[in-house]
C-alpha cells in the first residue's frame, strides 16, 4: 500500500552515462514533484507536473528531462551523469489547490552516486 | 539572503526538555507555512501547517509573526524519537497556483536519554 514508490532506491554509476528514475504514486494526486537534496541536506525543487503538463521548471541543466507517462507517474531522465549530479533525489505528489497548500508526500528517495 | 532561513543546530537537549526552533523568511507575499520532519536516510514528512493565528497539535506548537516574517516551532517534553532534522517550509505562492515550496536547510535535533 505504497503512497509514493520509486525505483531504484540506490543508483552508483560512472561519470558520462545516462540513467533514468522512476517515481509512482496511488494517492489518486494530480501534480508530482522532483526535489534535488544534495550533500548538504538541502532540498530544492526541480519540476513539478499537473496532469502531466510541466508548471515548475527551475534552472535546472538540460541534461535533466522530466516525463510524466499519466497523472501516477513522472520520471526523471538524466543525459551525460556529471560528479555534481550526486544526491539523493525525491519524488513527491499532492493535490493542486487554487490556494497551493496541499501537502505534499515524498517517496523515499533514490540515493545517487556518480563515480 | 536565502528565501527560508534556520540554524542549522544540532540541537541537543534532554529527554524532557522544552526546545523551540525559529526560522525566518524572505518573500513577504508568503501565504502558507508548515514545519516538516526529516528522519536520517528517510523522506521528508510533513509534521504540521503553520497558521496565522497560532496552533498546536500535542507536544508540538507552531507560531507565525507575519510582520517578523518569523516562524517558530515548540516542542514540550521531548522524547528520543523526536530526534530528526526539522525543516521550515515557505509556499510563497507565486502567481497562484503552482504549490512550490521552498525548504530550510533544517534544523538537527538530538534528545538525549
Known amino acids: 500500500d505504497t503512497a509514493v514508490s520509486q525505483t531504484p532506491k540506490y543508483l552508483v554509476t560512472q561519470m558520462g552515462n545516462d540513467k533514468s528514475i522512476k517515481c509512482e504514486q496511488n494517492?489518486?494526486?494530480?501534480?508530482m514533484y522532483w526535489y534535488k537534496q544534495d550533500s548538504k541536506k538541502f532540498l530544492k525543487i526541480m519540476f513539478s507536473?499537473?496532469?502531466?503538463?510541466?508548471?515548475i521548471n527551475e534552472t535546472v541543466p538540460n541534461r535533466f528531462s522530466p516525463k510524466s507517462p499519466d497523472k501516477a507517474h513522472l520520471n526523471l531522465h538524466i543525459n551525460s551523469l556529471e560528479l555534481g549530479d550526486s544526491a539523493v533525489y525525491f519524488c513527491?505528489?499532492?493535490?493542486?489547490?487554487?490556494?497551493?497548500?496541499?501537502?505534499?508526500?515524498f517517496g523515499p528517495g533514490t540515493r545517487l552516486t556518480v563515480l | 539572503r536565502k528565501e527560508v532561513e534556520q540554524d542549522p543546530g544540532p540541537f541537543n537537549v534532554p529527554e524532557g526538555a522544552t526546545v523551540a526552533f525559529n526560522c525566518t523568511y524572505s518573500?513577504?507575499?508568503?501565504?502558507?507555512f508548515f514545519w516538516y520532519r526529516q528522519d536520517c536516510r528517510k523522506e521528508p514528512k510533513l509534521l504540521m501547517s503553520?497558521?496565522?493565528s497560532g496552533n498546536e497539535d500535542g507536544r508540538f506548537t507552531a507560531q507565525l509573526n507575519r510582520a517578523s516574517q518569523y516562524i517558530s516551532l515548540l516542542i514540550r517534553d521531548s522524547k528520543l524519537s523526536d530526534s530528526a532534522t526539522y525543516l521550515c517550509?515557505?509556499?510563497?505562492?507565486?502567481?497562484?497556483?503552482?504549490?512550490?515550496?521552498?525548504f530550510g536547510t533544517g534544523t538537527l535535533l538530538a534528545v538525549q536519554p
Open positions: 513527491a505528489s499532492s493535490h493542486r489547490l487554487a490556494g497551493g497548500t496541499d501537502t505534499q508526500y
Open positions: 494517492l489518486g494526486h494530480d501534480t
Open positions: 507536473y499537473n496532469n502531466k503538463e510541466l508548471i
Open positions: 518573500n513577504s507575499a508568503s501565504q502558507s
Open positions: 503553520v497558521y496565522s
Open positions: 517550509v515557505v509556499n510563497p505562492n507565486y502567481g497562484g497556483a503552482t504549490n512550490k515550496l521552498i
